[in-house]
């Protein structure tokens, strides 16, 4: 497979808003990224930045890349999909409706077509952004030493070829063993542990109701780390679940209360839209 073509030009700083400032202060004293193939098996607790450092940057663009690795985010989650023309891009919803000046949905743009539009942020301002390919982002994760949360909800993780292609760009940026891979379709979960036995995978499973079924299902793979809602999980649950030996991964901490009871249980990872390092 081909190298994708990069078309961005690096971004300074961004000039930070008000609300990360408050964020700062409120949320200050997270632990930062480091450098560390063996992730899985470190028992600090780091910060993940869903779709990226949405607190200086729009989501899954370059820059919220960028600004989670100036900012000390270890882990970033991501979305990938597959363009028309076969090239892989950062993208949550189906269609680019929602976060770009374009219409239509991904699987009938080319890249293109779709970096001729530019990225809007949450109060529907038009910036000077592009989507990004999948390249250029794991480039600039690598460059941090941030490790990836790839979410399998979108894309087509049934493919192989798309499977391949993503497992191939992760390894070429040297991100692969700094990874997992989010499946919660049972079947494509296999399938996946099937064709990449090594690769961390995970679900999005509910400790306070299932903690136990969780734990066997996610036993029967080589690598893998307990994903559920921080309203899914209290402390006698995240207790059971690092006994049974996996780490813990929350997400949707997005509130002072939240990012207590988070830290309270010690998981391996915290994700957020909002808290910061």
Do not use: C
Not at 80 to 102: A, N
């Amino acid at each position: 497979m081909n190298r994708k073509w990069r078309t961005l030009k690096k971004k300074t700083i961004l000039s930070l808003s008000v609300p990360f400032v408050l964020a700062t202060s409120l949320f200050a004293g997270a632990a930062s990224a480091a450098p560390n193939d063996n992730w899985l098996k470190s028992s600090k607790t780091e910060l993940s930045a869903h779709r990226g450092a949405q607190v200086a940057a729009p989501e899954n663009t370059l820059e919220a890349i960028t600004q989670a690795g100036l900012l000390g985010y270890g882990f970033v989650e991501i979305d990938v999909q597959r363009t028309k023309d076969g090239q892989y891009i950062l993208m949550h919803d189906k269609t680019v409706d929602r976060t770009t000046t374009g219409t239509g949905e991904v699987k009938n743009l080319t890249l293109e077509e779709i970096q001729r539009f530019a990225i809007e942020d949450k109060a529907g301002n038009v910036t000077d952004y592009k989507v990004p390919t999948l390249e250029e982002v794991l480039d600039e994760a690598h460059k941090y030493k941030i490790g990836i949360n790839f979410d399998g909800s979108k894309g087509d993780w049934h493919d192989k070829e798309f499977v391949d292609d993503i497992m191939e760009e992760a390894e070429e940026a040297k991100v692969l063993n700094h990874s997992f891979f989010v499946l919660s379709n049972d079947d494509i979960r296999n399938q996946f542990n099937e064709w990449y036995p090594e690769a961390t995978v995970t679900f999005l499973g509910n400790a306070l109701k299932n903690v136990d079924a969780d734990i066997e299902e996610l036993k029967q793979y080589d690598n893998a780390i307990y994903t559920t809602s921080i309203k899914n999980v209290d402390a006698e649950t995240a207790k059971k679940i690092r006994k049974a030996g996996l780490k813990l991964h929350v997400y949707s901490v997005n509130t002072a209360e939240t990012y207590a009871k988070a830290k309270s249980i010690h998981p391996r990872l915290i994700e957020t839209d909002v808290i910061v390092p």
